[in-house]
């Protein structure tokens, strides 16, 4: 909780720096071992876009969804700094799959800019099987020439889709 955390890090700078740290040094191990390709599978991104997880989680009406995924993305960008140019890194942004379940629904509207525009990736993975993922549109903030690999068949339901549906 974030009372324990403070005990250890009164400054919030000062942890967000050795987290970042912690996930070179990891990058660099993998790297170093010979992985080429590394994911972040982040189920934070997933969780900002879900309206009643946010209201639910917040009691501190200062703290803003918009600060909180600018903090997000510099922690991950700071994550990435400095790693190697033949390293792949994606970021699959997670809404859940324990035990054939979801904990995340909502548009990726409101973390668009952020994510998409402006994390130091080089692809993304995104859950676009359900209406629970919103629509295409903020697809548009994609920057660059990132990849967008679009996860349009469940795997939360073993129902076999009717193949006009995967189409449409």
């Known amino acids: ?29 993998l790297y170093d071992a010979g992985c080429r390709n ?10 900002c876009c879900d309206h009643a997880y946010w ?21 991950n960008n700071l994550a990435l700094e400095g790693r190697p140019h033949d390293l792949a890194f994606t970021t699959h942004v997670c809404r859940g799959n324990y035990d054939s379940t979801w904990f995340g ?3 990726y509207d409101k973390i668009a800019d952020e994510l998409f525009g402006k994390e130091d990736v ?14 295409f549109e903020s697809l548009a903030k994609v920057s660059g020439d990132k990849k967008v690999v679009l ?10 889709e009717e193949k006009e549906t995967i189409i449409s």
Do not use: H
Request: glycine share 10%.
């Open 1 to 29: 909780n974030g009372i324990t955390t403070r005990s250890f890090y009164p400054d919030l700078e000062e942890l967000i720096q050795d987290i970042a740290a912690a996930y070179r040094q990891v990058i660099k191990d």
């Open 122 to 135: 080089n692809a993304y993975y995104l859950e676009f099987d359900t209406e629970r993922a919103g629509t």
């Open 151 to 160: 996860g349009l068949i469940t795997s939360k339901n073993p129902t076999l």
């Open 38 to 47: 590394i994911q972040f599978d982040d189920c934070t991104w997933g969780m």
């Open 55 to 75: 209201t639910g989680r917040q009691k501190d009406k200062s703290v803003t969804i918009e600060g909180e995924t600018a903090k997000y993305l510099r922690l």
């Open 105 to 107: 629904q909502g548009g």
